[in-house]
């Protein structure tokens, strides 16, 4: 079984702020773990992953996330936040050993105030 | 690549009618997957694909639903007799399955689907 949790339904930090959105996640084997983010009126677009590797993985326009093997966790982080980045993210699971559908998260709301 | 292609954009319906939604997922992909977004459940996985077979079918509501694959380039998601409670955004996504199941999802713009 696979699942994962956002515990944050919303996010707000202001502009030039580091930013964090929160991810756990639970497998029975070694996970592949996905953050995706979702524009208003849009579909979800990727940002990052972790397959296996170096623990910190860098994505798309400034995002990087953590895996935590041991606290099972996989946080999206940036360093500093755009207003632009305010948007819908989500975080998604799927355990290597399946080689078919990803858990999706319930999503957090990003609001980046400037 | 166009990236994955979902039509229509836009259905308004009356209840009682059926529905029929598109989409050609991105060429070589051997997983398709079929979602639905509202505000009270979120993101909801109906049916997948793989190699044009269903393999997990288990999201699907209730027999008013109903998904096929003919050939690796057209899948559709059909709705009938469609109800107000079917209102939401339909998503379709596909993926490689190369690299042993790593690879990420590409979705496409959604379908907005409103039953009267």
């Known amino acids: 079984a696979q699942s994962v949790a956002q515990p944050e339904d919303q996010v707000n930090v202001a502009e030039g702020n580091p930013l964090t959105v929160k991810c756990t996640y639970s497998?029975?084997?070694?996970?592949?773990l996905f953050w995706y983010v979702q524009y208003p009126n849009r579909g979800l677009q990727f940002l990052l992953k972790?397959?296996?590797?170096?623990?910190l993985v860098k994505g798309s326009y400034g995002f990087e996330a953590e895996f935590n093997k041991s606290q099972t966790s996989f946080h999206l982080k940036k360093p500093s936040a755009l207003v632009s980045d305010s948007a819908l993210y989500f975080c998604?699971?799927?355990?290597?050993?399946?080689?078919?559908?990803?858990?999706f998260g319930d999503g957090t709301t990003l609001t980046v105030k400037p | 690549d166009a990236g994955v292609i979902q039509s229509p954009r836009h259905e308004v319906t009356e209840m009682g009618q059926e529905v029929t939604l598109r989409c050609k997922p991105i060429?070589?992909?051997?997983?398709l997957f079929w979602y639905r977004q509202t505000m009270m459940r979120g993101l909801e996985l109906l049916i997948y694909?793989?190699?044009?077979?269903?393999?997990?079918d288990s999201g699907m509501p209730e027999d008013r639903f109903s998904a096929k694959m003919p050939n690796a380039s057209f899948s559709t998601l059909k709705i009938q007799p469609s109800e107000p409670r079917d209102s939401a955004v339909y998503f379709c996504?596909?993926?490689?399955?190369?690299?042993?199941?790593?690879?990420?999802?590409?979705f496409g713009p959604g379908t907005r689907l409103t039953v009267l």
């Open positions: 996504a596909s993926r490689s399955g190369t690299s042993g199941g790593a690879g990420e999802q590409f």
């Open positions: 497998v029975s084997g070694n996970p592949y």
């Open positions: 972790y397959i296996t590797g170096d623990n």
């Open positions: 998604a699971v799927r355990d290597f050993t399946n080689a078919g559908k990803s858990t």
């Open positions: 060429s070589g992909h051997d997983y």
């Open positions: 694909f793989n190699n044009n077979v269903p393999i997990d």
